[in-house]
């Protein structure tokens, strides 16, 4: 508990905030800056990893990295050199990086191990032979590799403005990359296979996208380390996913999120004492992901559990319509056509639209008064395998919706008479039950006749289908029943 | 060359471990679950780090439960993100391990000093060093790492070999394995609870990487070499134990021919599973490279290696 304490006495004086927040300090205005370029190009260049279900490529790619560092270290040394040069160990970095995609291709192609064998293998291997090499690393006389450790874990505090260039530059031909083939890169991601017999040079596409996850990899080993820029690969494309169904606008989300990760992540490490601020980018990429997650306006859990209760509702709401129609139909003894020619207006179109047009022309003057018959609860009860509290809270929705009234509401308003009420529909009501006993019936129909399946069988498939059939859909199928 | 008794008590510790996790590996590799060992041994990082803070103790049994419990919580977050968020299985690795990894980093770097758990232990383990902290058991004087891993290795083979024909049918085959009533997903989380529990018992011996090297490495090299399973998961077995060997001894002969006096074992070893994957890989009898050429010249119908499963697009439009 004293760590919390310790954090609590060293909360940052607002004064602090604001010269963080500002960018007033010229150490903090480099990393700031450099931070949220980098989850700029990660958030980018991430989206096709993520589309193209290689997301854990950054991860196999970053480990194998390790042995480039610690070789490039032992080159440089050996050939009498600083050993600690920092384009010297970034090239080694990429060069092993590159070699650790190969190696998966490789392994992918010539034998039946999965991608996920491929990487876990390069992963552990090259990282293994990383790990051999730093701790040779440190017997050499000149080695004071320590320095080397910071490409684990990062070190973003010791950015110098060479490294912002560097990243900037990076970031920015990622970004121009990803805008020049956009194209190619969407179509590799959504169908390569249609990419390739178009003629398209997939296996040059490939490699350019690996290339520039590699180079922002490699850039983003100084600033978060290397187990942490797979975080910047992934979370953010991730999070996006959650906001839209749209891969132009997801680039642009998953940048967004990217670099507000950055940019929030290194100025809290700013502000509060010993944050490690690949870290807390990382913590604040997660965060975003968590909100985006549950908030999602396209693929969020709220949102989709919403859209399924709400279907869920709709669907038994017309079950019970219904039911009702057909239990109607049952004491009534009337056949379903004259029923429908009463409400359709003789058009074939039987659509909603014509029904409701024929509702608002002929209120409650049918022939029939299909209307006024009454269906007892107990009766609804038997018609489907509903629990009495469900089938109430049905008939209660349904009440509120005008879709039906209860026979005698004045006599028995007391909800004591258990089972003894009786319902029937209203007009709207019984529109509405025509028009889904109509597709239900349709599509027995059109099983029966054109899919050969048993007329004993079909009841099922119909129950699903049945709220779902557009008005074109029932246009079609009137048509293709006609012309038998 | 003489091997000091260290050096003996090192390549046991170290065979144990590669056991324990080559087992457990050959179902990973089937049910292409490989990725999860790597997620596991990132993730419990913060396990560790919070068992400490609570209890204050650098106490291996606290340590140990904290970091299996994060290790099977990891495994149910990410079956929570891919299942609720319906985001593909790899993302949902990566977003919960180098979430927790990041969690794990900030709490040890506030953590007291007195907590000499630094990430690079975890990351590279202290095979060189585990040999010293001896315990007496059962009137045998040997590591503490060694019983425990004994231990583990104990309960992975006991659970294989009573569940041997359900892991084998709901490795291959999860459809099949419901309709004869085995309960798929009772697998499933038995097989990341064994997991989790040989990653932690492992990483503080040989490092989390090698724990991933010694769960991946052996297995897809023996599932190269045969069609059957039994048959793989003894070549793994081997396989890990002669990684294991040999690799100790690449670890103290290989650096002196330049010069250097040894390198981290732990780190060869890794290093060795890889060349004897590449060799699996080339010289297979039916699976590997020169096989398949060979065929192909004669003309037979070749083992095609399998394309890469795509999986359906995914519902995105441009």
């Given at each position: 508990?004293?760590?919390?304490?310790?954090?609590?006495?060293?909360?940052?004086?607002?004064?602090?905030?604001l010269?963080?927040?500002?960018?007033?300090?010229?150490?903090?205005?480099?990393?700031?800056?450099?931070?949220?370029?980098?989850?700029?190009?990660?958030?980018?260049?991430?989206?096709f990893?993520?589309?193209?279900?290689?997301?854990?490529?950054?991860?196999?790619?970053?480990?194998?990295?390790?042995?480039?560092?610690?070789?490039?270290?032992?080159?440089?040394?050996?050939?009498?050199?600083?050993?600690?040069?920092?384009?010297?160990?970034?090239?080694?970095?990429?060069?092993?990086?590159?070699?650790?995609?190969?190696?998966?291709?490789?392994?992918?192609?010539?034998?039946?191990?999965?991608?996920?064998?491929?990487?876990?293998i390069?992963?552990?291997?090259?990282?293994?032979i990383?790990?051999?090499?730093?701790?040779?690393?440190?017997?050499?006389?000149?080695?004071?590799?320590?320095?080397?450790?910071?490409?684990?874990?990062?070190?973003t505090?010791?950015?110098?403005?060479?490294?912002?260039?560097?990243?900037?530059?990076?970031?920015?031909?990622?970004?121009?990359?990803?805008?020049?083939?956009?194209?190619?890169?969407?179509?590799?991601?959504?169908?390569?296979?249609?990419?390739?017999?178009q003629?398209?040079?997939?296996?040059?596409?490939?490699?350019?996208?690996?290339?520039?996850?590699?180079?922002?990899?490699?850039?983003?080993?100084?600033?978060?380390?290397?187990?942490?820029?797979?975080?910047?690969?992934?979370?953010?494309p991730?999070?996006?996913?959650?906001?839209?169904?749209?891969?132009?606008?997801?680039?642009?989300?998953?940048?967004?999120?990217?670099?507000?990760?950055?940019?929030?992540?290194?100025?809290?490490?700013?502000?509060?004492?010993?944050?490690?601020?690949?870290?807390?980018?990382?913590?604040?990429?997660?965060?975003?992901?968590?909100?985006?997650?549950?908030?999602?306006?396209?693929?969020?859990?709220?949102?989709?559990?919403?859209?399924?209760?709400?279907?869920?509702?709709?669907?038994?709401?017309?079950?019970?319509?219904?039911?009702?129609?057909?239990?109607?139909?049952?004491?009534?003894?009337?056949?379903?056509?004259?029923?429908?020619?009463?409400?359709?207006?003789?058009?074939?179109?039987?659509?909603?639209?014509?029904s409701?047009?024929?509702a608002?022309?002929?209120?409650?003057?049918?022939?029939?008064?299909?209307e006024?018959?009454?269906?007892?609860?107990?009766?609804?009860?038997?018609?489907?395998?509903?629990?009495?509290?469900?089938?109430?809270?049905?008939?209660?929705?349904?009440?509120?919706?005008?879709?039906?009234?209860?026979?005698?509401?004045?006599?028995?308003?007391?909800?004591?008479?258990?089972?003894k009420?009786?319902?029937?529909?209203?007009?709207?009501?019984?529109?509405?039950?025509?028009?889904?006993?109509?597709?239900?019936?349709?599509?027995?129909?059109?099983?029966?006749?054109?899919?050969?399946?048993?007329?004993?069988?079909?009841?099922?498939?119909?129950?699903?289908?049945?709220?779902?059939?557009?008005?074109?859909?029932v246009?079609?199928?009137?048509q293709?029943?006609?012309?038998? | 060359m003489?091997?000091?008794?260290?050096?003996?008590?090192?390549?046991?510790i170290?065979?144990?471990?590669?056991?324990?996790?080559?087992?457990?590996?050959?179902?990973l590799?089937?049910?292409k679950m490989?990725?999860?060992?790597?997620?596991?041994?990132?993730?419990?990082?913060?396990?560790?780090?919070?068992?400490?803070?609570?209890?204050?103790?650098?106490?291996?049994f606290?340590?140990?439960?904290?970091?299996?419990?994060?290790g099977?919580?990891?495994?149910l977050?990410?079956?929570?993100?891919?299942?609720?968020?319906?985001?593909?299985?790899?993302?949902?690795?990566?977003?919960?391990?180098?979430?927790?990894?990041?969690?794990g980093?900030?709490?040890?770097?506030?953590?007291?000093?007195?907590?000499?758990?630094?990430?690079?232990?975890?990351?590279?383990?202290?095979?060189?060093?585990?040999?010293?902290?001896q315990?007496?058991?059962?009137?045998?004087?040997?590591?503490?790492?060694?019983?425990?891993?004994?231990?583990?290795?104990?309960?992975?083979?006991?659970c294989?070999?009573?569940?041997?024909?359900?892991?084998?049918?709901?490795?291959?085959?999860?459809?099949?394995?419901?309709?004869?009533?085995?309960?798929?997903?009772l697998?499933?989380?038995?097989?990341?609870?064994?997991?989790?529990?040989?990653?932690?018992?492992?990483?503080?011996?040989?490092?989390s990487?090698?724990?991933?090297?010694?769960?991946?490495?052996?297995?897809?090299?023996?599932?190269?070499?045969?069609?059957?399973?039994?048959?793989?998961?003894?070549?793994?077995?081997?396989?890990?134990?002669?990684?294991?060997?040999?690799?100790?001894?690449?670890?103290?002969?290989?650096?002196?021919?330049?010069?250097?006096?040894?390198?981290?074992?732990?780190?060869?070893?890794?290093?060795v599973?890889?060349?004897?994957?590449?060799?699996?890989m080339?010289?297979?009898?039916?699976?590997?490279?020169?096989?398949?050429?060979?065929a192909?010249?004669?003309?037979d119908?070749?083992?095609?290696?399998?394309?890469?499963?795509?999986?359906?697009?995914?519902?995105?439009?441009?």
């Open positions: 508990m004293n760590m919390l304490q310790q954090i609590w006495t060293q909360v940052p004086t607002w004064d602090q905030f010269a963080v927040l500002l960018l007033r300090d010229y150490n903090t205005r480099l990393v700031v800056f450099s931070t949220t370029l980098l989850g700029l190009a990660a958030g980018i260049i991430g989206t990893l993520l589309l193209r279900k290689r997301s854990l490529m950054g991860d196999a790619l970053s480990h194998a990295t390790l042995p480039g560092i610690a070789g490039a270290f032992i080159v440089m040394v050996l050939a009498g050199g600083d050993g600690k040069w920092l384009p010297g160990l970034l090239t080694g970095a990429a060069v092993f990086g590159s070699l650790g995609v190969l190696a998966v291709v490789i392994i992918r192609s010539q034998t039946r191990l999965k991608d996920d064998a491929a990487m876990g390069v992963l552990s291997v090259f990282f293994g990383g790990v051999a090499l730093l701790a040779l690393v440190q017997q050499m006389p000149q080695g004071s590799a320590a320095g080397l450790e910071t490409f684990i874990y990062g070190k505090a010791s950015m110098v403005w060479d490294d912002f260039l560097l990243i900037a530059g990076v970031a920015m031909a990622t970004a121009v990359a990803c805008g020049l083939l956009y194209k190619e890169m969407t179509l590799l991601c959504f169908d390569e296979g249609f990419a390739a017999a003629g398209w040079p997939i296996t040059r596409l490939d490699v350019a996208m690996l290339a520039l996850v590699t180079a922002v990899t490699v850039i983003g080993l100084q600033a978060v380390g290397l187990i942490l820029i797979i975080a910047l690969l992934i979370i953010p991730a999070a996006a996913r959650f906001w839209t169904e749209n891969l132009g606008r997801m680039i642009l989300i998953s940048a967004l999120i990217g670099g507000i990760s950055g940019w929030l992540g290194s100025s809290l490490s700013a502000l509060l004492p010993r944050m490690p601020a690949g870290a807390v980018i990382v913590l604040v990429a997660a965060t975003l992901f968590g909100i985006s997650m549950l908030l999602g306006s396209t693929r969020g859990v709220l949102v989709r559990a919403l859209a399924h209760w709400q279907l869920t509702r709709t669907v038994r709401r017309q079950h019970l319509l219904r039911a009702m129609y057909e239990a109607i139909e049952a004491q009534t003894d009337h056949a379903f056509p004259e029923l429908a020619r009463t409400l359709t207006t003789g058009s074939t179109g039987g659509s909603t639209k014509g409701t047009a024929a608002g022309r002929t209120p409650g003057t049918g022939e029939h008064d299909f006024h018959v009454p269906i007892s609860f107990k009766h609804l009860m038997g018609e489907r395998s509903w629990s009495a509290h469900l089938l109430r809270r049905l008939l209660n929705d349904a009440q509120s919706r005008r879709l039906i009234t209860r026979v005698g509401a004045a006599r028995s308003a007391a909800s004591s008479d258990h089972g009420e009786s319902y029937r529909l209203t007009w709207a009501g019984l529109t509405e039950a025509t028009r889904i006993v109509r597709n239900h019936r349709l599509w027995e129909l059109y099983l029966v006749t054109h899919a050969d399946i048993a007329p004993s069988h079909v009841d099922r498939d119909a129950d699903q289908i049945e709220h779902v059939l557009s008005p074109e859909l246009t079609r199928l009137e293709t029943l006609a012309e038998r | 003489m091997l000091h008794p260290l050096d003996f008590w090192i390549i046991l170290a065979m144990l471990a590669g056991l324990c996790c080559a087992l457990l590996g050959n179902f590799v089937l049910r490989s990725m999860m060992g790597d997620a596991i041994s990132h993730a419990v990082l913060p396990g560790l780090a919070v068992a400490y803070l609570i209890t204050e103790s650098r106490s291996s606290t340590m140990f439960i904290g970091a299996a419990v994060v099977v919580l990891t495994a977050f990410i079956q929570w993100v891919h299942s609720f968020g319906k985001v593909n299985e790899g993302a949902a690795m990566g977003v919960v391990f180098t979430t927790l990894f990041a969690l980093l900030i709490l040890i770097v506030h953590a007291p000093e007195s907590m000499d758990l630094d990430p690079g232990c975890v990351l590279y383990g202290s095979l060189e060093l585990a040999p010293l902290d315990v007496q058991f059962l009137g045998l004087q040997a590591p503490r790492a060694a019983w425990v891993l004994a231990g583990v290795l104990a309960l992975n083979t006991l294989v070999l009573l569940l041997y024909k359900e892991f084998n049918i709901s490795s291959f085959d999860p459809a099949l394995a419901t309709t004869l009533g085995i309960n798929a997903r697998m499933h989380y038995l097989l990341t609870t064994l997991v989790a529990i040989t990653t932690v018992a492992s990483f503080e011996a040989i490092g990487i090698l724990v991933i090297a010694m769960l991946i490495v052996p297995a897809a090299a023996a599932h190269l070499l045969t069609q059957r399973l039994g048959v793989m998961i003894l070549l793994s077995l081997i396989i890990a134990a002669i990684s294991a060997v040999l690799g100790h001894i690449a670890a103290i002969t290989v650096p002196t021919w330049f010069g250097f006096r040894d390198t981290n074992t732990a780190g060869m070893m890794a290093t599973a890889g060349l004897l994957f590449v060799l699996a080339v010289f297979a009898p039916r699976q590997g490279m020169i096989a398949r050429w060979r192909g010249r004669r003309g119908l070749t083992p095609p290696a399998e394309t890469p499963d795509l999986g359906p697009p995914p519902a995105l439009r441009a």
